[in-house]
């Protein structure tokens, strides 16, 4: 089974943008796909959700509460959020919930929140959640300056965490003229991290399924090795 993770070099970099792109783009190829937000946090009554967005994109069958299993309404990291709410991440409750998505299914998109080593509990982050359930990482960022940083330090604490690093998404989050930064990220990071994807994702007015399975198609976000390649190693 295919396992993968989105993780951000910070939030607002649009890594829900790229699990529904690969959630859309697998369900394409014909794979029985699950969505999991295992923490929201900034969740209010009525309002849309990261989690909602991503249990549509994988075809709407499953269960809010095993998408998303833990939510807090303050926008805050998971472990702060928890603490002010008084109510812990049960990480038992969220292997659980997995467990039940994972089943019968040909591949599973976990997004994160905010970075890698945002903690859930003092004892496990991101990274280490991502390493017990065995995913495979994608890293989304702002294509701007700072940009080249924020990655690299997001692939050495992967790299930490024994995490496999599927691609790095570069993602356009205005429709602003790219300046000198934008234009050469992309390179650079090509450059400096061999053997990892490093691919550039532009502004999209149009966030439907269809349209960002299509650009995944266009920019290589999982190509035919690719996924063949997921399958023999996860």
């Known amino acids: 089974m ?7 070099t910070d939030t607002g970099v649009g890594k829900t943008v790229i699990a529904v ?4 783009l697998l369900r394409r190829r014909g794979l029985r796909v699950a969505a999991m937000k295992p923490v929201e946090t900034g969740v209010l009554p009525g309002a849309p959700s990261d989690a909602a967005r991503l249990r549509a994109a994988a075809g709407g069958g499953d ?11 303050e926008p805050l990291a998971p472990l702060v959020a928890a603490e002010r ?3 812990p991440v049960d990480l038992e409750a969220l292997d659980a919930a997995f467990g039940r998505l994972a089943a019968r299914r040909d591949a599973v998109v976990v997004e994160g929140a905010g970075g890698l080593l945002v903690p859930l509990t003092e004892q496990v982050s991101y990274a280490e959640l991502f390493a017990r359930w065995g995913l495979g990482v994608f890293v989304v960022a702002g294509n701007r300056l700072g940009a080249i940083n924020h990655v690299m330090l997001t692939v050495h604490a992967a790299r930490a965490a024994e995490l496999r690093i599927r691609g790095v998404v570069l993602n356009a989050a205005t429709d602003a003229t790219p300046d000198v930064a934008a234009e050469t990220n992309a390179a650079a990071l090509a450059q400096l991290l061999p053997g990892i994807p490093v691919l550039s994702w532009p502004w999209l007015q149009d966030l439907s399924d269809d349209a960002l399975a299509e650009r995944a198609e266009r920019v290589g976000l999982l190509t035919a090795e690719h996924l063949n390649t997921m399958e023999r190693t996860i």
């Open 85 to 87: 709410a008084r109510r």
């Open 21 to 24: 792109a690969l959630l859309a």
């Open 63 to 73: 269960r809010l509460g095993d998408v998303c299993p833990v939510s807090y309404a």
């Open 2 to 8: 295919i396992r993968l993770g989105v993780t951000g």
